[in-house]
């Protein structure tokens, strides 16, 4: 992943990938409530993997919930999630960061997100957007 540069409000780029695959998909009185594992690479996380739980609105094709990703040191950035399907493999949306754990507790910002899957089961994901409040500088962790 490239070193980002801060911009002049404080945010620094924040760009990454992932490919995983959705673990766990329950029918619930307002939807479906759908878990996402996977795992990518992402500036300011370097290697991580990442957990989604979702809840899919199937009359409207949207979903909404909370993300978390993992750094190899245990840290955690996490945030909100919501898009929606443009298509049957593809789907749009963003990122809400909220926190986290260790070096992301007072993390904020924002990605947009674009996804693709073949099968519906397995996807890759790419994203991009702005990030601050990182403790220990921006960059490569």
């Not at 878990?35 to 979702?54: K, N």
């Amino acid at each position: 992943a490239a070193s980002p540069e801060a911009s002049a409000n404080g945010l620094a780029s924040f760009r990454g990938r992932a490919a995983g695959a959705v673990t766990s998909a329950t029918p619930v009185a307002l939807g479906v409530s759908i878990q996402v594992e996977s795992q990518g690479e992402a500036t300011h996380l370097g290697r991580f993997t990442r957990t989604e739980v979702l809840l899919l609105d199937p009359a409207t094709n949207t979903f909404a919930g909370l993300v978390a990703f993992t750094t190899a040191s245990g840290d955690t950035l996490t945030g909100l999630v919501s898009g929606g399907f443009v298509s049957q493999t593809s789907a749009t949306g963003t990122y809400r960061f909220t926190g986290g754990t260790g070096r992301f507790e007072e993390a904020g910002g924002w990605a947009s997100f674009s996804l693709t899957s073949e099968d519906g089961i397995h996807f890759a994901v790419a994203f991009k957007g702005a990030i601050e409040g990182v403790a220990g500088g921006r960059g490569k962790p």
